[in-house]
């Protein structure tokens, strides 16, 4: 093992080496099992005889913090009872108060684990074929090896924005050249960008409410006041924007949380609001991969004719959350700016992951795999709207949506939401409220099922426990 030992001048080495040995046990930095460095090793990195380790040592065994094994090597005492660290004194250390005000207005549902999860967001990880990404990796791992030693392009790897800009161009009717892809560590990131990018203190920024709360809380640490716009049946209330507003953020495929998707009128002005505006618009298209219902809409990216729309993506709804992966199409004028922020965040993203995924689009597993999910969500979706419009409606109605892997359901009755999903919780059932997606003030009561993490077979027996609460309730 690596231990940190520093020894003072040439007095009393093998008194400073037992010393500095017995309070790394002591402090538990060196747990009771740890074996020790031999002392020819030690003694070499320390430069110092090893009868001068040997001593400091045998000091160690003989008061019983230490354990010589014949043949094996010198070990912590296994007798010794672990160590309880007190907690660290809290330092006098003042945040910005910006980022006080944002920590402390942190309101993002944590996914535990539960035994029927209806996290929203949240994919099948279970059905991701990881023996052909374990290929993809292994031949990502070839290629680096071979490559020169030096950091990668910040916008990402040239062969995944190629991937990704074919992939939006047949699948999502997006207009793009693959030199204006770049590649972020998730959807998140790209947001982040472009708000440190676009806004000063001060600017105004747009946000759908109810809406996603880290969108809101990137803005806000960017400095901007931010303004939640609400949304109807067709979207974004367009006729309720600012004028002064800098940017404005969407997720039109699939508005989150409450699912409907943004009109084509409703597409149209607010790009029409954009150019007059001289705004920027930020569509999020998160999991609009997967779609159940009607014809697609045109993206508003594929609408706009003046390079206002920032689109951004993400693969941790189609692929897994760990790979934190995704992608934004910048518009022209900001290109840039965004490839030195982008520099300045992380240099680039990983790029071992980026050369297994440019292998995966390009081999055609992602398209196979969307494939295979499509079908798995759609027979998921039907399950639990056959329950809602069924033993349920007399609770709850479920709003429209045409695609994505969750469905908000609106409450009918006077329920305390909080208190259902805590006692849902304590029966094995994860369920979100709506409650905490809403900012500026009490907004429609409801819960949020997504259907991505929980198997089809599951279905029924968790809402059965949903069914048997309400009726209490």
Not at 44 to 52: P, Q, Y
Not at 338 to 346: E, G, N, S, Y
Not at 387 to 406: F, K, N, Q, T
Request: glycine letters at 8%; proline letters at 7%; aromatic letters at 8%.
């Amino acid at each position: 093992m690596e231990l940190h030992l520093a020894l003072d001048g040439r007095q009393d080495l093998a008194g400073q080496l037992y010393r500095q040995l017995r309070a790394a046990i002591l402090d538990g930095r060196l747990a009771a099992g740890d074996r020790l460095p031999s002392m020819r090793f030690l003694a070499e990195r320390l430069a110092v005889s090893r009868k001068t380790v040997g001593e400091a040592y045998e000091r160690l065994v003989a008061e019983g913090f230490l354990q010589a094994r014949v043949g094996s090597g010198t070990y912590v005492s296994s007798q010794l009872a672990p160590v309880e660290h007190p907690p660290m004194p809290t330092a006098a250390l003042q945040a910005n108060p910006r980022w006080r005000a944002i920590a402390a207005g942190w309101r993002m549902p944590a996914h535990r684990p539960a035994r029927y999860s209806f996290a929203g967001g949240t994919p099948d990880k279970r059905r991701f074929p990881f023996d052909a990404w374990r290929t993809c990796l292994q031949r990502a791992l070839r290629l680096q090896a071979r490559s020169p030693a030096f950091y990668a392009e910040a916008l990402g790897n040239p062969e995944l924005r190629l991937a990704i800009s074919r992939y939006l161009a047949i699948n999502r009717a997006v207009r793009c050249h693959w030199q204006d892809i770049l590649v972020s560590q998730g959807a998140q990131q790209a947001i982040d960008l472009l708000a440190r990018v676009m806004l000063t203190p001060g600017d105004l920024a747009v946000v759908e409410e109810p809406g996603y709360p880290p969108a809101r809380l990137a803005f806000e640490a960017a400095g901007a006041r931010v303004l939640g716009v609400p949304v109807d049946r067709e979207g974004l209330r367009v006729d309720c924007l600012p004028e002064q507003a800098k940017l404005v953020y969407v997720t039109p495929s699939h508005q989150f949380p409450l699912g409907q998707p943004m009109s084509l009128p409703r597409r149209l002005a607010l790009l029409e609001w954009a150019r007059r505006r001289q705004a920027l618009i930020i569509e999020d298209d998160y999991d609009g991969e997967y779609r159940f219902d009607g014809r697609p809409l045109e993206s508003l990216q594929s609408l706009d004719r003046e390079g206002r729309v920032a689109y951004i993506g993400t693969f941790s709804k189609t692929l897994f959350p760990e790979l934190r992966l995704g992608y934004l199409l910048m518009p022209a004028a900001l290109r840039g700016e965004l490839t030195v922020a982008k520099q300045l965040a992380d240099q680039h993203s990983e790029s071992l992951q980026q050369l297994a995924l440019a292998h995966f689009i390009g081999s055609g597993a992602f398209a196979q795999h969307t494939r295979r999910l499509q079908r798995e969500y759609a027979r998921r979706r039907q399950l639990l709207l056959r329950r809602l419009a069924g033993d349920l409606a007399p609770w709850l109605e479920a709003l429209p949506a045409v695609a994505g892997i969750h469905l908000a359901a609106r409450l009918r009755q006077p329920l305390d939401c909080t208190r259902l999903c805590a006692q849902l919780a304590e029966r094995g059932v994860l369920l979100l409220d709506l409650a905490p997606f809403y900012a500026e003030g009490p907004g429609m009561p409801g819960l949020l099922f997504g259907f991505g993490a929980i198997e089809a077979q599951d279905i029924d027996p968790a809402l059965d426990i949903l069914h048997e609460l309400l009726r209490q309730h």
